[in-house]
């Protein structure tokens, strides 16, 4: 049996998905753990380019069974629009099930979103406005509708009710005109209507798979420096991305988790606000954007982009236990004559080696070490003897700085350039 957890090792947008899209040709089931639609991963494949922001990786696997997980906040209507773009291109969906508990992101929460985030003037966070963080406060007040409760209208007018007390108080404040209840119970049973069938205590599934030996991966969504608990607060999202939450999102036991795969890019990009110490605003910050063609896949913003980061892979290897490195993106590096690499964060007369606390790392400066680039094409590169010698340390300092072995090395989009480490 091998459970794996695929996690974000850095501020989100890796390229999970195009690592769990290669893994899942072997896996029994996909379960996404936690997130919404707020960050999509791009996947590239014989059946095209797809960006998949709630729909499983796995998806183009025939054989996978692709869940929903419980710790995931669910837009239905972003769902369905998915599913038709999946099967537009020729895939089946008839593996695609969804955890009955999952919560559901209603219009009040996107609403609210953009309302809040716009309150905060020059503090915001950064939100994709698409009610994460709203759907996850009311996850936590005990005011959310699950996706179970779609199937039951009676049950989902009383939580509704319920929930629209509260949100109409809310949005009075803002100036905002009340919602009417029957106008979002209709809007409600009509999404359980279209994915009824898909809605499923998945908890059956997943025990069956565990305890048949079966290989699963666990794909999570952005990276550990978005954690709720462990990142850039309150510049995070609103769940936990690190391998401590895909145990209780996923709805399998910790000790079930056999290995855990941190992806990282071969720099480093954010979107959103907060502290990100390596961002680059030169001509190099627009050349790592532009070749690696570095914009938000939900939203299409430009992402920031800076040097690797090795203060964070170490900090990010800590809190989730990597016992294998997926590098992403070293293809893009190509054209580069000199590489830099932080290996610490200058904070007055200290030098600091682990990730501070956000008012303090707001400060730091980071102190970089100098690499020579190779200037010579990877892309086409299959075998890691293949790379160039300056490729090799590269590559090998980033294992040395993360702690953990290097097991693949990504040299492109598509599927098929992929380096095996042996």
């Known amino acids: 049996m091998t459970v794996t957890a695929i996690v974000g090792a850095q501020w989100g947008d890796e390229g999970k998905g195009r690592i769990i899209d290669y893994l899942a040709q072997q ?25 998949l922001h709630l729909v499983p990786s796995g998806i183009f696997n025939p054989h996978t069974r692709c869940i929903i997980g419980t710790g995931v906040v669910l837009n239905p209507a972003r769902l369905l629009e998915e599913m038709a773009e999946v099967t537009g291109a020729g895939v089946s969906v008839d593996n695609l099930w969804i955890s009955e508990r999952a919560q559901v992101v209603m219009p009040y929460h996107m609403l609210l979103d953009g309302l809040e985030e716009g309150a905060r003037g020059n503090a915001q966070i950064g939100t994709t406005k698409r009610g994460i963080g709203p759907a996850y406060a009311d996850k936590a007040a005990r005011l959310g509708i699950r996706a179970g409760d779609l199937l039951r209208p009676g049950w989902l007018r009383a939580r509704l009710e319920l929930a ?27 999404w ?52 401590g939450g895909a145990s209780a999102g996923a709805g399998l036991p910790p000790a079930a988790i056999t290995e855990v795969i941190g992806v990282v890019k071969a720099y480093c990009t954010a979107v959103g ?75 007055g007369s200290e030098i600091l080696t682990c990730v501070p606390d956000t008012a303090v790392y707001e400060q730091v400066t980071p102190v970089y070490e100098t690499w020579p680039g190779w200037q010579t094409s990877t892309e086409n590169v299959r075998r890691w003897e293949d790379l160039p010698a300056a490729a090799q340390a590269y590559l090998r300092r980033i294992e040395e700085l993360a702690g953990a072995p290097l097991r693949y090395v990504s040299v492109g989009p598509s599927r098929e350039q992929l380096i095996l480490m042996s």
């Open 192 to 243: 359980g209507k279209a994915l009824g069938p898909r809605i499923i205590d998945t908890l059956p599934a997943v025990q069956e798979a565990v305890r048949g030996g079966r290989h699963i991966l666990l794909e999570g969504q952005l990276g550990v420096m978005r954690d709720l608990d462990w990142g850039t607060y309150p510049y995070v999202t609103s769940s936990n991305p690190i391998a």
């Open 273 to 347: 606000a907060g502290p990100f110490p390596v961002e680059l605003h030169d001509e190099n910050g627009a050349r790592l954007r532009e070749v690696g063609q570095e914009y938000g896949a939900t939203t299409g913003r430009p992402r920031r982009c800076g040097w690797f980061d090795g203060v964070a892979i170490g900090y990010a290897t800590w809190l989730n236990g990597f016992t294998g490195l997926a590098v992403t993106k070293l293809d893009v590096l190509d054209g580069f004559p000199e590489l830099r690499v932080c290996t610490g964060y200058q904070h």
């Open 164 to 190: 629209l007390a509260q949100k109409n108080r809310t949005l009075a404040d803002f100036g905002q005109a009340a919602l009417r209840l029957d106008v979002l119970l209709e809007q409600a049973v009509g």
């Open 27 to 51: 896996a029994d089931m996909v379960i996404r753990f936690q997130g919404g639609d707020n960050a999509g991963h791009t996947v590239v494949n014989e059946h095209g380019t797809f960006r």
